[in-house]
T-cell receptor, first 114, second 115 residues
Framework: KNQVEQSPQSLIILEGKNCTLQ??????????LRWYKQDTGRGPVSLTI?????NTKSNGRYTATLDADTKQSSLHITASQLSDSASYIC?????????????FGAGTQVVVTP | KAGVTQTPRYLIKTRGQQVTLSCSPI?????VSWYQQTPGQGLQFLFE???????NKGNFPGRFSGRQFSNSRSEMNVSTLELGDSALYLC??????????????FGPGTRLTVL
């Protein structure tokens, strides 16, 4: 069973509106959580990285929150733009030196329409 | 700084053939990881190399192999291709030096189609 679940699977929003993506995980012990943005046909690009002690982190119009107690994270997109159309992937890791221990969510496909 | 580069970008092969994909990490990065991405499975970890040594391996059959050279460039090889190997293969490099969180930089990927 995947240890990182993302919801919704996809969503369509109007340009200028806000939206929130969810990531629930069961990975334990927990080290950090990352959100990536992946444009179609491109590799993922890191948006935020949060450790256990961080509750929120922003990157421009993207704001990620983390509740390590409930093992939930959200990614909020403010005033969406057409360029925000992409897949957003949540990645959770345990304390380790190896990238192989990272758990990837299936992603949320966001489509921003004019 | 130049980003992660992957060659070729697109590849079409037939079942039973073998293929080699190449990845050049960001200058100075010694960790290179490979991933397979399909619509149904999402990103799946193949293996990671650090200083020419395979540090970790995902749950893929032995047909999938890789190596890393002294300049940190990496190649992955898939032998006896199957239809299910059709996917986007992503390479990512990291400048990880210690246990603090580090960012993994992805290349554009190689789109492999097996006919």
């Amino acid at each position: 069973k995947n240890q990182v679940e993302q919801s919704p699977q996809s969503l369509i929003i109007l340009e200028g509106k806000n939206c929130t993506l969810q990531c629930n995980y069961t990975v334990s012990p927990f080290s950090n959580l990352r959100w990536y943005k992946q444009d179609t046909g491109r590799g993922p690009v890191s948006l935020t990285i949060m450790t256990f002690s961080e509750n929120t982190k922003s990157n421009g119009r993207y704001t990620a929150t983390l509740d390590a107690d409930t093992k939930q994270s959200s990614l909020h997109i403010t005033a969406s733009q057409l360029s925000d159309s992409a897949s957003y992937i949540c990645v959770v890791s345990s304390p380790t030196d190896s990238w192989g221990k990272f758990q990837f969510g299936a992603g949320t496909q966001v489509v921003v329409t004019p | 700084k130049a980003g992660v580069t992957q060659t070729p970008r697109y590849l079409i092969k037939t079942r039973g053939q073998q293929v080699t994909l190449s990845c050049s990490p960001i200058s100075g990065h010694r960790s290179v990881s490979w991933y397979q991405q399909t619509p149904g499975q999402g990103l799946q970890f193949l293996f990671e190399y650090f200083s020419e040594t395979q540090r970790n391996k995902g749950n893929f059959p032995g047909r999938f192999s890789g190596r890393q050279f002294s300049n940190s460039r990496s190649e992955m090889n898939v032998s006896t291709l199957e239809l299910g190997d059709s996917a986007l293969y992503l390479c990512a490099s990291s400048g990880r030096k210690d246990r603090r969180p580090d960012t993994q930089y992805f290349g554009p990927g190689t789109r492999l189609t097996v006919l």
